[in-house]
T-cell receptor, first 113, second 116 residues
Framework: GAGVSQTPSNKVTEKGKYVELRCDPI?????LYWYRQSLGQGPEFLIY????????DSGLPNDRFFAVRPEGSVSTLKIQRTERGDSAVYLC???????????FGPGTRLLVL | AQKITQTQPGMFVQEKEAVTLDCTYD???????LFWYKQPSSGEMIFLIY??????QNATEGRYSLNFQKARKSANLVISASQLGDSAMYFC?????????????FGKGTLLTVNP
């Protein structure tokens, strides 16, 4: 079956601009996670959704970052006033239930110039 | 807080040989889960194997096995009969088992190169 998909695969933007990153989880998976992976590092947790609600957003670095999952399926990570330090790969994962094995998408590579 | 340490930035192995990738962890939780993921150059994180903290047997999945030593807080990945396609970054990760601990905490990874 189809895995987790993420769009766009690459995004180049200018400092100060707004970006939206989309994640389409595996069908039927109720839990969805966002991670950020900087060069040479392991992924770092940003936010986790159970259904439509954000169950844990403790990893969001500041209030420029926001994520939604309005219908409990597709999620959008929104970054306002982008900074060069936001450049990273943004990974989305889903699991059938919270606490089960997480399956990752291919990521969105964000470059802020 | 949970912490994962992978001390090997890079490892080399000959094709068809076995290789062990090290992972140690730190947590105050009594119950937790340990994972290994593979990340090829394409960037996608591929789930390999899972070990629960209360599992008595070491996990195995095909050519992958997890050498779990709870007292030493280690969860090393063993890949048998290495193949050229095994060349990739490998990440060890930990997850708690209560609500807010469902997030994964990753190590920095080990870059495995399989030589022909």
């Amino acid at each position: 079956g189809a895995g987790v998909s993420q769009t766009p695969s690459n995004k180049v933007t200018e400092k100060g601009k707004y970006v939206e990153l989309r994640c389409d989880p595996i069908s039927g998976h109720t839990a969805l996670y966002w991670y950020r992976q900087s060069l040479g590092q392991g992924p770092e947790f940003l936010i986790y959704f159970q259904g439509t609600g954000a169950a844990d957003d403790s990893g969001l670095p500041n209030d420029r970052f926001f994520a939604v999952r309005p219908e409990g399926s597709v999620s959008t990570l929104k970054i306002q006033r982008t900074e060069r330090g936001d450049s990273a790969v943004y990974l989305c994962a889903s699991s059938i239930l919270a606490g089960e094995t997480q399956y990752f998408g291919p990521g969105t590579r964000l470059l802020v110039l | 807080a949970q912490k994962i340490t992978q001390t090997q930035p890079g490892m080399f192995v000959q094709e068809k040989e076995a290789v062990t990738l090290d992972c140690t962890y730190d947590t105050s939780d009594q119950s937790y889960g340990l994972f290994w993921y593979k990340q090829p150059s394409s960037g996608e994180m591929i789930f390999l194997i899972y070990q629960g903290s209360y599992d008595e047997q070491n996990a195995t999945e095909g050519r992958y096995s997890l050498n779990f030593q709870k007292a030493r807080k280690s969860a090393n990945l063993v890949i048998s009969a290495s193949q050229l396609g095994d060349s990739a970054m490998y990440f060890c990760a930990m997850r708690g088992v209560r609500g807010s601990n469902y997030k994964l905490t990753f190590g920095k990874g080990t870059l495995l190169t399989v030589n022909p």
